[in-house]
């Protein structure tokens, strides 16, 4: 079972940047050597 923590982290994360776009959320719960990928459009990106 999922922690409420790591839920609502994912929640968080869902609606406040995927969501709203809120860039500014991706600060909070990210850690500096934070890497996004996404296979479907062969990005990746690291966290400025």
Known sequence: MISVEKKDL???WFKEYFTK???EILNELTTEDFLFFTP???I?????
């Open 44 to 48: 990746t990106q690291k966290k400025k």
């Open 10 to 12: 994912v929640e968080k």
């Open 40 to 42: 479907i459009m062969a």
């Open 21 to 23: 776009g809120n860039l």
